[in-house]
C-alpha cells in the first residue's frame, strides 16, 4: 500500500491531499488572498492524517508542486516537504504545477493551456495535448491578440487557470473554451501523478532539490 501526502502551494490556494496506491482519500485546501499557506500547512497536514486514521510514519512518500508559481508558497511548500522527507527518512516527489492544474479538465480534442497569473498581462504557461503529453514547454508569456496563433487556427483551445481569466477579453475567438470555475492548482490532482512516478522510482534530491521559479525573484520596495 502507497500512501502520499501531496502538497500544492504554488498559488493563492493552500492544498493538501492525502492518497492510497494513487486513490484520492481526502484533500483540505484554502485560497485567500493574503496567502495563508504558513499558517494553514501544517494544519491541513495534520488534520487529513489524522481524519483517516494514519500518521507520518505512514507516508510512503511526498509529492510537491514544483512551480512555476509564487516565490514565496513555492518556498512554502518546499521548504516544509524537505523538513518531512529527511525527519522520515521517505523519498520527495516533484510535480508539474501546469500539468496539475491542465489535469483538472478532461477533453476529448483540443488542447489544454494552463495559465497562471504572473502579472498585468503576462502569464506562465505551456501546452498539453487531451492526454497531457506536452507539446510547449513552459514559458512566461506576455499575452496579445497573436498568441497561441499558431495552435488557436486548428485547434479548440482550452484556457485554465487564473491567468486565464484576464485573457478573455484578448483572446475571445470561437476556437477558446474558458473555466472561470478552475482558477488555481489542487493537490486533488496529484495523486495519480504521483502514484505513477513513485512506481517508476521518480524522486528527486532532497539536499539539492529547488523550486521552478522559472523567473527570478524581484524585491519591489515602495519609494518614500
Do not use: W
Not at 502551494?9 to 499557506?37: M, P, W, Y
Not at 510547449?136 to 486565464?164: C, K, R
Not at 524522486?203 to 515602495?222: C, G, M, Q, S
Request: aromatic share 8%; glycine share 6%; with cysteine.
Amino acid at each position: 500500500m502507497i500512501t502520499i501526502l501531496s502538497i500544492e502551494t504554488a498559488t493563492k490556494n493552500c492544498s493538501v491531499s492525502l492518497s492510497v496506491d494513487g486513490q484520492l482519500i481526502e484533500c483540505r485546501e484554502i485560497a485567500e488572498e493574503n496567502f495563508s499557506h504558513a499558517e494553514k500547512l501544517h494544519v491541513f497536514v495534520e488534520e487529513v492524517l489524522k481524519d483517516n486514521g494514519k500518521s507520518l510514519k505512514d507516508l510512503s512518500a511526498i509529492a510537491i508542486s514544483q512551480g512555476p508559481g509564487s516565490y514565496t508558497g513555492l518556498r512554502i511548500g518546499v521548504s516544509s516537504a524537505k523538513g518531512l522527507c529527511y525527519g522520515l527518512s521517505i523519498p520527495m516527489i516533484a510535480l508539474d504545477t501546469l500539468e496539475v492544474l491542465a489535469r483538472q479538465i478532461n477533453v476529448e480534442e483540443g488542447l489544454i493551456i494552463p495559465m497562471l497569473d504572473a502579472r498585468r498581462m503576462e502569464v506562465f504557461s505551456a501546452v498539453f495535448d487531451s492526454t497531457y503529453n506536452k507539446i510547449a514547454p513552459i514559458e512566461a508569456v506576455v499575452v496579445d491578440e497573436n498568441s497561441f496563433a499558431d495552435y488557436s487556427q486548428t485547434n479548440t483551445l482550452h484556457l485554465i487557470g487564473d491567468g486565464a481569466l484576464k485573457c478573455k477579453e484578448v483572446l475571445n475567438g470561437g476556437n477558446f473554451i474558458y473555466y472561470p470555475e478552475n482558477i488555481y492548482p489542487s493537490a486533488k490532482e496529484m495523486c495519480s501523478m504521483a502514484h505513477s512516478k513513485f512506481l517508476a522510482k521518480d524522486f528527486v534530491d532532497v539536499a539539492y532539490f529547488e523550486p521552478f521559479y522559472l523567473k527570478d525573484f524581484v524585491l519591489i520596495t515602495k519609494k518614500k
